[in-house]
């Protein structure tokens, strides 16, 4: 049986639209370059990472959008091993959208949740590259880059800090 809203109910749904309508309006020039920028770096160099396009390394967030995607599959353990942040961007996300649409309020303390993921991505990071670069994705040398063209000998270089 379906239930029809009452005036209440129709009030606060089209307060969500609009929030979320004038974010669109404010914003959506920008996330659309973004998704623009993203399929033409992954069409033209295969990477979306701007520190795995110019250095060929990689980054705190490279993985990220693989272990969203899993996150959402079900596959935890395959998000986690791509970047364990992912979750934490995930709940963060939520947080943030049910504070600005849902309740219509000013977010209060995501800052410092976002510090907080920033820190923890940067001690994943660490760990992670002494324990799994350059052999395991996302954790690997990327070799078509920016400096590798530009730079002289800037392969010879990697390859003798890699052991290669």
Not at 133 to 161: A, C, E, H
């Amino acid at each position: 049986m379906i239930k029809r809203m009452n005036k209440e109910e129709c009030s606060r749904v089209s307060a969500i639209w609009e929030r979320i309508e004038r974010d669109i309006r404010q914003h959506g020039a920008g996330v659309f370059a973004v998704i623009v920028l993203y399929f033409v770096t992954h069409g033209v160099f295969d990477a979306f990472c701007p520190s795995v396009l110019i250095t060929g390394f990689p980054c705190p967030g490279c993985g990220m959008t693989r272990a969203v995607l899993c996150l959402f599959r079900g596959q935890f353990q395959r998000s986690w091993a791509l970047n364990p942040a992912a979750g934490l961007w995930v709940l963060w996300a939520l947080w943030f959208a049910f504070e600005r649409y849902i309740r219509g309020r000013k977010c209060r303390g995501l800052s410092g949740a976002l510090c907080a993921i920033a820190v923890f991505m940067i001690v994943a990071y660490t760990v992670r590259m002494r324990l799994y670069f350059p052999d395991r994705p996302p954790y690997v040398y990327t070799g078509n880059n920016l400096f590798s063209k530009m730079i002289p000998n800037y392969r010879q270089l990697i390859r003798q800090l890699l052991g290669r």
